[in-house]
């Protein structure tokens, strides 16, 4: 499990991810694997899952990491952007 220290404002397909319950917009990351098992119950697909805690009423949210092809860079990036809060 991964899992990023610290506290971040999060930019999802450049939208900023406000929490849905109380309008916060800063969030604890950390890594989440799961399985989804299919129909057919030999095969597993392994999900690797970005949750986002609010650091205000820790509801949990979950994205699946994909990318995205940025026509500034002419390379591939995240669709999810990380910007650190730095507290004092
Ligand atoms: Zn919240």
Known sequence: MVRR???YQIA???KQLICLFCQHNEF???EVYMERV???EDEK???TLQS???T???DIRMFQEKNR???TSQKHVSIIEYIEVIKE
Request: charge should be negative.
């Open 56 to 58: 205000s009423c820790g």
């Open 69 to 71: 092809f940025d026509q």
């Open 52 to 54: 986002f805690t609010c």
């Open 5 to 7: 220290r610290g506290t």
């Open 45 to 47: 697909e392994q999900l």
């Open 28 to 30: 604890q990351h950390r």
């Open 38 to 40: 299919t129909l057919d």
């Open 12 to 14: 999802i397909r450049d």
